[in-house]
């Protein structure tokens, strides 16, 4: 199975500043086929169900500002807030969709500084 | 779109749940669905996954075996039938709709508590 990592696990922040969280995948996640990259990442807001911001390494989701991009290759990952915003608060997930088993990194915690 | 979990609750070890997951908004024949966990305080994991037709399934190695994803394209509902329940199974359960490329887990429920204790 994949397993992802992510770093770090919790990440304070001070709002309009940068914030950039990591992501590794034992294998690759690249898919030589179609040229796709299977690496997404979700935002779990305090008290809600999970919400995806990135698919497929860097494809916005639909109402996700521009803020937030994702980017990478292989096996390490980025996902890069421009500035941070107080609703950015949550844990925040990678995930693989490479090969089923799917699975999750551990998350990365971002709490206001 | 909404998705609407239930049948949580609390089961003792080694005992059996259904979990539902009634959808509505989109055409649900249309979309594969997941069903995803998490452990209080704890991270997401991933469990299990379906095609459109139900003719088709993956399982986390966890609960291969022990849980069974299913469908009821007539009724809208996504199903997970768990058995062999332990206590580290204690969590909320999500189940969520697939992308139509299979491209990411674009609606979320809000979540089915599963107790597993005696």
């Known amino acids: 199975d994949f397993v992802m990592t992510q770093t770090p696990l919790s990440l304070p922040v001070t709002p309009g500043e940068p914030a950039s969280i990591s992501c590794r995948s034992s294998?690759?996640?690249?898919?030589?086929?179609?040229?796709?990259?299977?690496l997404d990442w979700y935002l779990q807001k305090p008290g809600q169900s999970p919400q995806v911001l990135i698919y497929?390494?860097?494809y916005r989701a639909a109402g996700v500002p521009d803020r937030f991009s994702g980017s990478g290759s292989g096996t390490n990952f980025t996902l890069k807030i421009s500035r941070v915003e107080a609703e950015d608060v949550g844990v925040y997930y990678c995930?693989?969709?490479?090969?089923?088993?799917?699975?999750f990194g551990p998350g990365t915690k971002v709490d206001i500084k | 779109v909404q998705l609407l979990e239930s049948g949580g609750g609390l089961v003792q070890p080694g005992g059996s749940l259904r979990l539902s997951c009634v959808v509505s908004?989109?055409?649900?024949?249309?979309?594969?669905m997941t069903w995803v966990r998490q452990v209080p305080g704890k991270g997401l994991q991933w469990l299990s996954f379906?095609?459109?037709?139900?003719?088709?399934?993956y399982y986390a190695d966890f609960v291969k075996g022990r849980f069974t994803i299913s469908r009821d394209n007539s009724k809208n509902t996504l199903y997970l039938e768990m058995s062999g329940l332990r206590g580290d199974d204690t969590a909320s359960y999500y189940c969520?709709?697939?992308?139509?490329?299979?491209?990411?887990?674009?609606?979320w429920g809000q979540g089915a508590l599963v107790t597993v204790s005696s």
């Open positions: 969520a709709k697939v992308g139509k490329m299979w491209d990411f887990l674009e609606y």
């Open positions: 908004g989109v055409t649900f024949s249309d979309y594969a």
């Open positions: 379906i095609t459109s037709s139900g003719k088709t399934a």
């Open positions: 294998q690759s996640l690249f898919d030589s086929e179609d040229g796709n990259t299977y």
């Open positions: 497929t390494l860097s």
């Open positions: 995930m693989q969709r490479m090969e089923f088993p799917w699975t």
